[in-house]
Nanobody, 114 residues
Framework: VQLQASGGGLVQAGGSLGLSCTASRSIFSINRMSWYRQAPGKQRELVASITSGGNAYYADPVKGRFTISRDNAKNTVYLQMNSLKPEDTAVYYC?????????WGQGTQVTVSS
């Protein structure tokens, strides 16, 4: 499975961005798709994930601001990010868990200016 992430960019604090991650194959049977982020000098951390059944999980720092969704027909998972803060600045990666194998996308930079 190849994952192509897009949608990153530069935005002012309080603004919004939407990320997309499109898979090279159907995501219908992919157990879980997730967004992670990695800020400079920090470990990669889970931001949000969504199961094949549509159950979503959010890390505490993004609860109420970010929304993850998936469109199986388009083989795409989305991350809508609202009320962005400078501390959201990071490279965002999508990940697909299919069976016992994980696949990562290439990452997209999100920069939030104060």
């Amino acid at each position: 499975v190849q994952l192509q992430a897009s949608g990153g960019g530069l935005v002012q604090a309080g603004g919004s961005l939407g990320l997309s991650c499109t898979a090279s194959r159907s995501i219908f049977s992919i157990n879980r798709m997730s967004w992670y982020r990695q800020a400079p000098g920090k470990q990669r951390e889970l931001v949000a994930s969504i199961t094949s059944g549509g159950n979503a999980y959010y890390a505490d720092p993004v609860k109420g601001r970010f929304t993850i969704s998936r469109d199986n027909a388009k083989n795409t998972v989305y991350l809508q990010m609202n009320s962005l803060k400078p501390e959201d600045t990071a490279v965002y990666y999508c990940k697909a868990d299919w069976g016992y194998t994980s696949y990562w996308g290439q990452g997209t930079q999100v920069t939030v200016s104060s």
